[in-house]
């Protein structure tokens, strides 16, 4: 969780004067949306209807989500939520369109001293 | 490519009358949107610059991602696509939210009859 806190704050994945992917959430004036995305689990690899097997129980899932987003605000970061669980219309502009998966379970590189 | 195709066309993620996840997109009368986005192969593991390495060079993308339409086309499906390499704003409601990844190095299981 640390990891992916500290990805999503610090990652410079928004431009800079210059069109470089050069800031970060906060030096671009931006806040977080955060929405659990249980489908992200899902396993399609037999057959055609999903698994989500992988998935966290709702319970377990909702305070892993909660921790993340009160994190996110000790970091300084204007953080959002959907409601957990719910079906929801998510309406948004994908500009970039950049879409990046950080993930957990990779966390940071053996060694790699900037990421400590 | 054909694992691609095929879970875009055939996987059953929409929801029949019953509320589950029953339908493929053209059982639902959907139609596909195909945008190539290669921020999705940033590596975000060393600091936090995203590595953009793994990504196909663009016109060895741009071909694969023309082929995936093509093919998804001869499903019979309505396919639209964005501008590649375009910087773009797409607007979309994201209904669920669902949203499933399908990787092509994973392919299809070992074995399973299914799949072929």
């Known amino acids: 969780m640390d990891y992916l806190v500290r990805k999503i704050s610090q990652l410079r994945i928004f431009e800079d004067a210059n069109g470089k992917m050069n800031r970060s959430v906060s030096e671009a004036g ?3 949306l955060i929405v659990s995305q249980f489908t992200l689990a899902a396993s399609v690899r037999k057959g055609n209807r999903p698994s989500f097997e992988k998935a966290e129980p709702p319970e377990r899932a909702s305070e892993l989500c909660k921790e993340v987003v009160r ?4 970091t300084g970061l204007s ?3 959907g409601i957990f669980g719910a079906m929801m219309a998510v309406s948004l502009v994908n500009d970039g369109p950049v879409t990046v998966i950080i993930d957990s379970r990779e966390g940071p590189l053996p060694g790699w001293a900037g990421e400590r």
């Open 71 to 74: 994190r996110l605000r000790e």
């Open 79 to 81: 953080v959002s939520t």
């Open 30 to 32: 931006g806040s977080v």
